[in-house]
């Protein structure tokens, strides 16, 4: 699993992940995306370049949206129409519950 | 030029057309089955949408057609019966002639579907009469009547350790969408914020809608693994209804999206009374995917099992391997003149690869025979009906495994025998019965690997091969004359002979001119061997054996004079010295003893007229062809050679005594010597010098 953070404007960055976000890498990634959440105002996570997701890491997308909605910020999720995702999403039977 | 779409309808069509017509044979053979109708149905249906979407209107308008009949069969209201496979067959015909009309742009006569399509409706009209069923029955009956496929609400609520036991929901619910259709609908709401979620546990739940053929018991099986990390309930639902209503997976999940917590019983009757009767169709309704066979989450994970080739490039990649092969044996020849070390184990590295390659291309296009086997099955119902004989048909060995080439080639031969089986041998009941036999009479084909050939046998249990008629027959044809005394063998194989018929009277079915010895023309131009044994009364059997492949045989290379041959090492039994004092010793007759047996010998040098200096010793390698041993005298045995087959064009074709050409390591071509031609050739030589 890659990261790669980009600062778009004041206060926006996207969150480029890439690689294979499996249950090993989810403590990794929870600790990156809470210090992205508290350090921005408009978050965006890209997904295009996942190759494979699971549950695990799933559930984080699911936990970043919440935290955003709690803390009114503002969330865009970029990519998720990359097969990976949308594959998981649809095993999971989470596909409509992210739109 | 055909688009890459039409192309791939066209291909997808007729493997739904054979699936068609062996799934309506498989159902005539077991009526009571519900399997096969599921494949009847499944392909007809497949065939409508395929078709619909690729513009063939006319095609997909009739498999519509005729699946609309065949859901009255899959829900129990028209019973299987001769007349409905009959008719189901010859619709089957009608989309074939339709699909390629559609391919050609030509017109197919509207009538023939008509007729057909009238024949078919009379037919479910009639059933539907007869069976319906007294109304008050009918709503009696609604709640028992179970359809083959039950449906159940399954409440998954893995406990928050499940990640840690290595648990992959995702791939739970994949085995379950091996048993049957799932609608998934995972539940989110219970997921934390960041700031308070334990990445590494599981904090989804999940409800599944599954209809299936399995029982209660199948879908826990799925959740064993995680007995003791969940909550599981597996509730049926009444099963009847899915059959007729069609749920939506939207409608489920906004049904669960509004009542997260709701308790499984209210859950289940909200199913049952509601959600299930109220909403019929729908694009993504449950019982829409299971018609197309595609499962609701199934359908990914089947992707990349198996991919669809086009026969050309496995055609390319099988001749660029014979290259490879050619060149390979070109470069161990160079290499073994010099004396290096490396090069060497780097040419036999090269070599072990090439010939693990070459197997694994030959491998990719072996087919199971059971494509052909069920155009047999076709043949020998309409035929036996036909001839208004009585016949079963058992087939054995249908994954036995063939080159694509082969298969296609032995269709014909195939059905020619069996055409003769039905029409001469086997008898019709009256005289079975008479004869001391069961009324009907019994065809028995099979396939079976026997070493580096597959042996086919087709043998009946009719009256067999009358030796005197077939004697008589062949010295009023003159194929023999009177002063030989001929075995009973040698008088059963004289059926193969050119010209050869005992049929009295032509029918329409067999007898039209075409006589075995095109089927062991046919047999003996894919490398195999035909033979035939019978008695009377007791019927007849034909061995077919066939080499797996034709594209690259193992071969022996041989020298004569300034010439290279290649002989097929299938035929080679060994190789023996033969010396001039040996020849002396015969008094100059081609003559050779081996342990006790006199086995005359070609001069390979004579046959071909062959030039260069003769050997001192020469070599005799001992060929056999159908029970005959034939020595062929070379002057020196080279070994053994893969040697990738090259037909011969134009005037070389009508030269007898070889099969094809090779390239030789050198580059040079040599001739691939045919063993039974020369065999046959010599013994007409033999016979007419005799006379």
């Given at each position: 699993?890659?990261?790669?953070t980009?600062?778009?404007?004041?206060?926006?960055?996207q969150?480029?992940?890439?690689?294979?976000?499996?249950v090993d890498?989810?403590?990794?990634?929870?600790?990156?995306?809470?210090?992205?959440v508290q350090?921005?105002?408009?978050?965006?996570?890209?997904?295009s370049?996942?190759?494979?997701?699971?549950?695990?890491?799933?559930?984080?997308?699911?936990?970043?949206?919440?935290?955003?909605?709690?803390?009114?910020?503002?969330?865009?999720?970029?990519?998720?129409?990359?097969?990976?995702?949308?594959h998981?999403l649809?095993?999971?039977?989470?596909?409509?519950?992210?739109? | 030029?055909?688009?890459?779409?039409?192309?791939l309808?066209?291909?997808?069509?007729?493997?739904?057309?054979?699936?068609?017509?062996?799934a309506?044979?498989?159902?005539?053979?077991?009526?009571?089955?519900?399997?096969?109708?599921?494949?009847?149905?499944?392909?007809?249906?497949?065939?409508?949408?395929?078709?619909?979407?690729?513009?063939?209107?006319?095609?997909?308008?009739?498999?519509?057609?005729?699946?609309?009949?065949?859901?009255l069969?899959?829900?129990?209201?028209?019973?299987?019966?001769?007349?409905?496979?009959?008719?189901?067959?010859?619709?089957?015909?009608?989309?074939?002639?339709?699909?390629?009309?559609?391919?050609?742009?030509?017109?197919?006569?509207?009538?023939?579907?008509?007729?057909?399509?009238?024949?078919?409706?009379?037919?479910?009209?009639?059933?539907l009469?007869?069976?319906?069923p007294?109304?008050?029955?009918?709503?009696?009956?609604?709640?028992?009547?179970?359809?083959?496929?039950?449906?159940?609400?399954?409440?998954?609520?893995?406990?928050?350790?499940l990640?840690?036991?290595?648990?992959?929901?995702?791939?739970?619910?994949?085995?379950?969408?091996?048993?049957?259709?799932?609608?998934?609908?995972?539940?989110?709401?219970?997921?934390?914020?960041?700031?308070?979620?334990?990445?590494?546990?599981?904090?989804?739940?999940?409800?599944?809608?599954?209809?299936?053929?399995?029982?209660?018991?199948?879908?826990?099986?799925?959740?064993?693994?995680?007995?003791?990390?969940?909550?599981?309930?597996?509730?049926?639902l009444?099963?009847?209804?899915?059959?007729?209503?069609?749920?939506?997976?939207?409608?489920?999940?906004s049904?669960?999206?509004?009542?997260?917590?709701?308790?499984?019983?209210?859950?289940?009757?909200?199913?049952?009374?509601?959600?299930?009767?109220?909403?019929?169709t729908?694009?993504?309704?449950?019982?829409?995917?299971?018609?197309?066979?595609?499962?609701?989450?199934?359908?990914e994970?089947?992707?990349?099992?198996?991919?669809?080739?086009?026969s050309?490039?496995?055609?390319?990649?099988?001749?660029?391997?014979?290259?490879?092969?050619?060149?390979?044996?070109?470069?161990?020849?160079t290499?073994?003149?010099?004396?290096?070390?490396?090069?060497?184990?780097?040419?036999?590295?090269?070599?072990?690869?090439?010939w693990?390659?070459?197997?694994?291309?030959?491998?990719?296009?072996?087919?199971?025979i059971?494509?052909?086997?069920?155009?047999?099955k076709?043949?020998?119902?309409?035929?036996?009906?036909?001839?208004?004989?009585?016949?079963?048909?058992?087939?054995?060995?249908?994954?036995?495994?063939?080159?694509?080439?082969?298969?296609e080639?032995?269709?014909?031969?195939?059905l020619?025998?069996?055409?003769?089986?039905?029409?001469?041998?086997?008898?019709?009941?009256?005289?079975?019965?008479?004869?001391?036999?069961?009324?009907r009479?019994?065809?028995?084909?099979?396939a079976s690997?026997?070493?580096?050939?597959?042996v086919?046998?087709?043998?009946?249990?009719?009256?067999?091969?009358?030796?005197?008629?077939?004697?008589?027959?062949?010295?009023?044809?003159?194929?023999?004359?009177?002063?030989?005394?001929?075995?009973?063998?040698?008088?059963?194989?004289?059926?193969?002979?050119?010209g050869?018929?005992t049929?009295?009277?032509?029918?329409?079915?067999?007898?039209?001119?075409?006589?075995?010895?095109?089927?062991?023309?046919?047999?003996?131009?894919?490398?195999?061997?035909?033979?035939?044994?019978?008695?009377?009364?007791?019927?007849?059997?034909?061995?077919?054996?066939?080499?797996?492949?034709l594209?690259?045989i193992?071969?022996?290379?041989?020298?004569?004079g300034?010439?290279?041959?290649?002989?097929?090492?299938?035929?080679?039994?060994?190789?023996?010295?033969?010396?001039?004092?040996?020849?002396?010793?015969?008094?100059?007759?081609?003559?050779i003893?081996?342990?006790?047996?006199?086995?005359?010998?070609?001069?390979?040098?004579d046959?071909?007229?062959?030039?260069?200096?003769?050997?001192?010793?020469?070599?005799?390698?001992?060929?056999s062809?159908?029970?005959?041993?034939?020595?062929?005298?070379?002057?020196k045995v080279?070994?053994?050679h893969?040697?990738?087959?090259?037909?011969?064009?134009?005037?070389?074709?009508?030269?007898?005594?070889?099969?094809g050409?090779?390239?030789?390591?050198?580059?040079?071509?040599?001739?691939?010597?045919?063993?039974?031609?020369?065999i046959?050739?010599?013994?007409?030589?033999?016979?007419?010098?005799?006379?």
């Open positions: 699993m890659v990261f790669h980009q600062t778009l404007e004041r206060g926006a960055t969150l480029t992940l890439q690689g294979q976000l499996t890498k989810a403590a990794a990634l929870h600790h990156r995306l809470i210090e992205l350090q921005n105002e408009t978050i965006t996570l890209d997904l370049l996942v190759e494979k997701i699971d549950l695990a890491c799933l559930q984080l997308l699911f936990a970043t949206r919440r935290s955003s909605r709690n803390g009114n910020k503002t969330f865009f999720l970029a990519g998720a129409d990359n097969p990976a995702v949308s998981a649809r095993m999971n039977g989470l596909d409509l519950a992210m739109n | 030029m055909m688009s890459s779409y039409v192309e309808f066209r291909e997808e069509a007729l493997e739904l057309l054979a699936e068609l017509e062996e309506l044979i498989a159902l005539e053979e077991n009526p009571s089955l519900g399997e096969p109708i599921d494949r009847v149905f499944r392909a007809l249906h497949t065939l409508k949408g395929s078709g619909a979407m690729t513009g063939f209107e006319q095609t997909s308008s009739l498999a519509h057609e005729v699946e609309s009949i065949f859901e069969v899959r829900s129990g209201d028209l019973d299987v019966t001769d007349e409905l496979i009959s008719l189901t067959l010859s619709a089957h015909d009608l989309l074939k002639s339709s699909l390629h009309a559609e391919l050609t742009k030509t017109a197919l006569d509207p009538q023939l579907r008509d007729v057909l399509l009238d024949q078919l409706y009379t037919l479910a009209q009639v059933a009469k007869k069976q319906a007294p109304p008050q029955e009918e709503t009696n009956s609604r709640g028992n009547e179970n359809g083959p496929l039950n449906s159940f609400l399954v409440r998954f609520r893995p406990h928050a350790s990640f840690l036991r290595g648990i992959d929901p995702a791939l739970l619910f994949r085995s379950l969408s091996e048993i049957g259709t799932c609608l998934i609908v995972g539940h989110h709401h219970a997921i934390p914020p960041l700031e308070e979620i334990d990445p590494e546990e599981c904090h989804t739940n999940w409800d599944l809608l599954v209809v299936t053929g399995e029982d209660c018991n199948a879908i826990r099986d799925v959740f064993i693994m995680v007995e003791d990390d969940c909550d599981l309930s597996v509730h049926p009444n099963s009847s209804l899915p059959l007729h209503c069609e749920v939506s997976s939207a409608d489920f999940r049904l669960l999206s509004k009542n997260v917590n709701i308790p499984d019983q209210e859950l289940v009757s909200l199913l049952e009374n509601n959600l299930l009767p109220e909403i019929m729908g694009e993504d309704s449950l019982i829409q995917r299971i018609a197309e066979g595609l499962p609701a989450a199934k359908g994970a089947e992707t990349g099992k198996s991919l669809r080739v086009k050309e490039r496995l055609d390319n990649l099988v001749n660029l391997i014979g290259e490879l092969v050619t060149i390979q044996a070109r470069l161990g020849q290499v073994a003149g010099r004396k290096d070390a490396t090069l060497s184990t780097l040419t036999e590295e090269i070599e072990r690869l090439t693990e390659l070459r197997d694994e291309v030959l491998f990719i296009r072996m087919l199971p059971d494509a052909t086997f069920t155009r047999i076709r043949m020998v119902r309409d035929l036996s009906r036909e001839l208004g004989k009585e016949i079963d048909l058992l087939v054995e060995g249908t994954e036995t495994e063939l080159d694509k080439t082969v298969i080639r032995l269709q014909d031969p195939l020619h025998l069996l055409r003769n089986a039905i029409d001469h041998g086997i008898e019709r009941s009256a005289e079975r019965v008479a004869a001391g036999k069961s009324a009479g019994t065809i028995r084909i099979s690997h026997s070493g580096p050939k597959v086919i046998s087709i043998a009946d249990d009719g009256r067999g091969l009358d030796p005197d008629t077939i004697l008589r027959r062949a010295m009023e044809q003159g194929l023999v004359d009177g002063h030989h005394h001929l075995s009973e063998r040698e008088i059963q194989q004289l059926i193969f002979a050119p050869f018929s049929a009295s009277q032509i029918t329409s079915v067999s007898g039209r001119g075409v006589g075995m010895d095109v089927v062991r023309r046919a047999i003996e131009g894919l490398r195999g061997t035909i033979e035939v044994t019978s008695a009377p009364n007791r019927g007849t059997t034909f061995t077919i054996k066939l080499p797996l492949t594209a690259i193992d071969g022996l290379l041989v020298n004569v300034s010439d290279q041959f290649v002989m097929p090492l299938s035929a080679v039994e060994e190789c023996v010295e033969l010396t001039r004092a040996e020849v002396a010793r015969n008094h100059g007759r081609h003559l003893m081996l342990r006790n047996e006199l086995i005359p010998y070609i001069r390979l040098r046959f071909f007229d062959c030039r260069g200096a003769e050997s001192k010793i020469e070599q005799v390698v001992i060929t062809h159908d029970g005959t041993r034939i020595g062929l005298v070379v002057d080279i070994g053994s893969q040697t990738v087959i090259k037909s011969v064009g134009g005037t070389l074709q009508e030269i007898s005594g070889f099969t050409a090779t390239i030789l390591g050198d580059g040079r071509a040599a001739l691939i010597l045919d063993i039974p031609g020369i046959a050739d010599h013994a007409a030589q033999a016979h007419a010098a005799v006379a």
